[in-house]
């Protein structure tokens, strides 16, 4: 089936600690994204990437890393700057080529907490 | 900029009851707009979209349809059940964009 797999489900991270999250898809998708999601907010964008080997800042990139080295995989990091990181972190990938009314494909997320 | 206000919730239900979760947006041009559903510990997934004005959205029971005059895209659906119970998402995009804007979710609870 294709899809896209997050990985893990669950994260710990402690004080000072990098952390990288994982996000692998088989769509052949040329888009992909990363959303935080904090509860009762909505989704909010940390980078994107449109093609291999390059990405965009979103509305909250600071404290955050991206690299698209593959077109299947797109892995965030995130930094010991990034102060408050307990949230649920969400891959997201679509068609791309700049083609209007695309939907996302979801992976099922990364739930990071701090210790 | 862009942006999209959905109802709070949460909004509680008996099953069988018909359902609607407000949506309006703010936004140049003419967006595409969709409806995701998350179920707990789970990703987004798609329920439906509508890409020019009066279309109709529709998948699984639930409809919205593309409003331009009331800048609306309100979802419905006669009769929930219990399964229906998740947080849906009203979302906006641009063709040619990668920028989605989303509600911030309402959360919907269907009583047996």
């Known amino acids: 089936d294709g899809g896209i797999t997050q990985s893990p489900k669950y994260l710990f991270r402690k004080e000072g600690q990098n952390v990288t999250l994982s996000c692998e898809q088989n769509l052949n998708h040329d888009a992909m994204y990363w959303y935080r999601q904090d509860p009762g907010q909505g989704l909010r964008l940390i980078y994107y990437?449109?093609?291999?080997?390059?990405?965009q800042k979103g509305d909250i990139a600071e404290g955050y890393s991206v690299s698209r080295e593959k077109k299947e995989s797109f892995p965030l990091t995130v930094t010991s700057a990034q102060k408050n990181p307990t949230a649920f972190y969400l891959c997201?990938?679509?068609?791309?080529?700049?083609?209007?009314?695309?939907?996302?494909?979801f992976g099922s997320g990364t739930q990071l907490s701090v210790l | 900029g862009d942006s999209v206000t959905q109802m709070e919730g949460p909004v509680t239900l008996s099953e069988e009851a018909f359902l609607t979760i407000n949506c309006t947006y703010t936004?140049?041009?003419?967006?595409?707009l969709f409806w995701y559903v998350q179920y707990p510990g789970e990703g987004l997934q798609l329920l439906l979209k509508a890409t020019k004005a009066d279309d109709k959205g529709s998948n699984k029971g639930f409809e919205a349809t593309y409003r331009k005059e009331t800048t609306s895209f309100h979802l419905e659906k006669g009769s929930v059940q219990v399964s229906d119970s998740a947080v849906y998402f009203c979302a906006l995009t641009h063709s040619g964009t990668y920028k989605y804007i989303f509600g911030t979710g309402t959360r919907l609870k269907v009583l047996a």
């Open positions: 936004a140049t041009g003419y967006p595409s």
């Open positions: 997201a990938s679509s068609i791309g080529k700049g083609r209007g009314g695309e939907k996302l494909f």
């Open positions: 990437s449109q093609i291999v080997n390059d990405f």
